[in-house]
């Protein structure tokens, strides 16, 4: 995407309130400044409801410089309402819809998108709790209930074959986290989950070994201490050396209404022992743990002390990572954006070359694309391919394929179809990491 002047924008801005259109909120106060009355801004003024910036606005840049007090008064306020207005998914819908230079309705979408972003991760980062109540539910129906006080989000609970139907549930409870009431239901009935990997929903399968498991729950994540493992082994080649490790194992589950598709390793891992002295450790920690699940096992390793203590304390930050961001983004006629930019979550799209398209006769076409990588500290998955979609002004999909990074020829038939063509890409968003802290106390060691 070109970058955009801010000319451009207030252009843009004076286009709309010209045909009428108001942006939900009156104008800022007016400020006197030193230009003449003329025929044109005397009408700006008589309709000023439907104006968001003073009839000046064309001036702003010079007045934001100016040596009179009041004009640069005047402008820094027409500048706040501006940044305002790049704020309303309202203002910048109408904005893109009375434009017509196609750079600054490329803007405008974008800048709708970011917002929604920004939404989005205010909303994952602050998933609202639960209300539930159950009298004597069978197993289905409580991984349908459970879904339902969710709001039945993407990875909703499944139940393979209507599950155990001896064991049924019940609990009363209101504005409580999500995984504090799972938790409940556990130890009250006793199941399971198991994830299969790959975005599929998780499954709750009947587990009749009632425990009082070990879990901390943080944010959209429940850890659970799954167990400890201690061994010492003996060489009786060479000198007789003797080596010992230590284990401490957790399962991490992500809220279902969170889509991940990695989760953060355990960094600035410490350790106590009963007696609150320190263990040292070589967790230096880092990295992700991948494979788009929502659950996630992993071990914290440990050098044990010449003498194990009766217990010990462990705390630690993870995270899980998600993406945020529109799921499809469209190139309207393929065959006039040579060189255009598209940002597809964390990485960066270009149709370099289109041949074959505008040559009467022609049934072979190729598009040449070269996609990067935005180097904005939030990692890449370069494993994972982006869908896309070449259709025809009748709809048709010319060609279906997928791309990762790098550069790339896709050769398609155009089976004599008509113009103009369309590219619609599935974009994955960008990553969004939350972080989460967890610290485990008095576990048992063996």
Avoid: C
Wanted: aromatic share 8%.
């Amino acid at each position: 995407m070109k970058a955009i002047s801010l000319n451009a924008v207030v252009a843009a801005l004076l286009t709309a309130a010209a045909v009428g259109l108001t942006f939900g909120r009156p104008p800022i106060p007016q400020t006197p400044v030193a230009t003449p009355a003329t025929p044109a801004t005397a009408t700006a003024q008589a309709s000023a409801p439907a104006i968001p910036l003073d009839p000046y606005t064309k001036d702003l840049l010079t007045r934001l410089n100016s040596t009179d007090a009041a004009q640069r008064e005047a402008a820094e306020k027409q500048l706040a309402n501006i940044a305002g207005l790049m704020q309303q998914p309202e203002a910048l819908k109408k904005l893109q819809e009375v434009t017509t230079d196609p750079d600054l309705k490329e803007f405008f979408v974008q800048r709708q998108a970011q917002i929604r972003a920004h939404e989005e991760e205010r909303r994952l980062s602050n998933l609202p709790n639960i209300t539930l109540k159950l009298s004597n539910a069978s197993l289905a129906q409580t991984a349908a209930e459970l879904n339902k006080a969710m709001g039945n989000p993407p990875m909703s609970f499944v139940v393979e074959n209507n599950g155990d139907q001896s064991t049924f549930y019940t609990i009363d409870v209101k504005d409580k986290p999500f995984w504090e009431v799972f938790a409940q239901l556990q130890e009250s009935g006793g199941f399971e989950i198991q994830n299969y990997g790959g975005n599929q929903p998780p499954r709750l399968y009947p587990n009749n070994n009632r425990y009082q498991r070990k879990y901390i729950v943080n944010g959209p994540v429940m850890a659970v201490a799954t167990g400890i493992n201690y061994q010492r082994n003996v060489s009786f080649q060479g000198n007789n050396s003797v080596s010992s490790n230590l284990n401490v194992n957790f399962t991490f589950y992500v809220d279902p209404r969170i889509r991940s598709t990695r989760f953060k390793n355990p960094t600035n891992v410490k350790l106590t022992d009963d007696q609150g002295q320190s263990i040292p450790n070589n967790n230096n920690g880092g990295g992700y743990n991948t494979g788009q699940s929502n659950m996630y096992s992993q071990g914290i390793y440990i050098q044990p002390p010449p003498t194990l203590p009766k217990s010990i304390t462990v705390s630690f930050d993870a995270g899980v990572t998600t993406t945020v961001g529109d799921t499809k983004v469209t190139v309207d006629d393929i065959t006039k954006n040579n060189d255009k930019v598209l940002t597809l979550g964390n990485r960066t799209l270009r149709i370099v070359n289109v041949t074959g398209l505008d040559q009467p006769g022609r049934n072979n076409a190729m598009v040449q694309m070269e996609v990067q990588a935005i180097n904005d500290g939030s990692g890449m998955d370069y494993n994972s391919r982006i869908p896309f979609s070449i259709i025809d002004a009748n709809n048709k999909v010319l060609l279906s394929s997928s791309f990762n990074y790098g550069g790339m020829n896709f050769n398609f038939n155009t089976n004599n179809s008509q113009g103009p063509y369309k590219l619609e890409v599935s974009s994955p968003g960008r990553n969004f990491d939350i972080p989460v802290h967890f610290e485990f106390k008095d576990l048992q060691m063996p």
